[in-house]
Nanobody
Framework: QVQLVESGGGLVQAGGSLRLSCAAS????????MGWFRQAPGKEREFVAA????????AYADSVKGRFTISRDNAKKMVYLQMNSLKPEDTAVYYC???????????WGQGTQVTVSS
């Protein structure tokens, strides 16, 4: 069983930065891609960023490209999301997730709230 626990959310002013962390436990962490998603009030959950098992390949939603950076430390079983130049529209609950196979993410954390004030 995989457990994912996010941390690092909070309240920040527009233009500020936050670094989200996701701690994984359970099965072999380093073998699987990881992703970050977010869900704003009244909206569907959306993709933010993803990283391959080795960290050699990353992908970003257009809305965060150039401002957010995903990274991972397989030795520590951690995934990070560095968020810079935050905007009020980045306000959401952020979730990390692990993909075992195919195109779907199989395990999800409980989420961490990010609120960006204008």
């Amino acid at each position: 069983q995989v457990q994912l626990v996010e941390s690092g959310g909070g309240l920040v002013q527009a233009g500020g930065s936050l670094r989200l962390s996701c701690a994984a436990s359970g099965r072999t962490f380093s073998s699987y891609p990881m992703g970050w998603f977010r869900q704003a009030p009244g909206k569907e959950r959306e993709f933010v960023a993803a990283i391959s098992w080795s960290g050699g390949s990353t992908a970003y939603a257009d809305s965060v490209k150039g401002r957010f950076t995903i990274s991972r430390d397989n030795a520590k079983k951690m995934v990070y999301l560095q968020m810079n130049s935050l905007k009020p529209e980045d306000t959401a609950v952020y979730y990390c997730a692990q993909k075992l196979s195919g195109n779907t993410y199989d395990y999800w954390g409980q989420g961490t709230q990010v609120t960006v004030s204008s």
